[in-house]
């Protein structure tokens, strides 16, 4: 595939992640990139997350699908891994709870009979890492936050189109920032 570029992952809190409700494709072809868009502006093909695997469980019936929680300062993430993300899989299997986790996935989207969009990752690749890790994280994610969240009133096309259909409280992404940079002082 002469040209191919892969999406550059980006970082999100939970809080925000679960917030977004808004996909759409970059094209009209059967395999047009899918994109989230968070309240903030992120373009999202791609992310990377860090933050604490609070939970893990086999939910599969026929063969292994493994759930797990990962948690940030600001809420958790679901990921769901199985027989297409095996070795994504298989560090969920050998991983202790609590262990810190860097993971690179694709978000997903699942419309309830009610209406409500539920969100979750689908790992690519998942690495147990340390708290130091995992603090740098929280600060790069509260950066690039910060920059979108200025970037609101700009007429850059993602942050337009997320003002136009998430009239997002600046005021409550600017807390959730706060919130979690409070965190790391209170991991001291």
Known sequence: MAGYVREVAK?????EFNESNLTFKDGDEQYS?????TPTGAKVNRLFIVGTLTEKED???DTEYWRGRVSD?????VVYAG??????AQV???CETPSFVAIVGKPSTYTTGDGDILTSVRPESIQVIDGETRDIWVLDTAKQTL????????TEPNSVKAMEHYDPDINHYRGMVLHALR???ENE
């Open 59 to 61: 939910i599969g019936s």
């Open 11 to 15: 970082r999100v809190f939970a809080q």
């Open 83 to 88: 027989q297409y993300q095996p070795e994504a």
């Open 183 to 185: 965190s790391l002082n």
């Open 92 to 94: 969920l299997v050998e």
């Open 73 to 77: 300062p600001t809420g958790s993430f």
């Open 147 to 154: 920059d979108r969240i200025n970037a609101l009133k700009s």
């Open 33 to 37: 990139p899918q994109y989230l868009l």
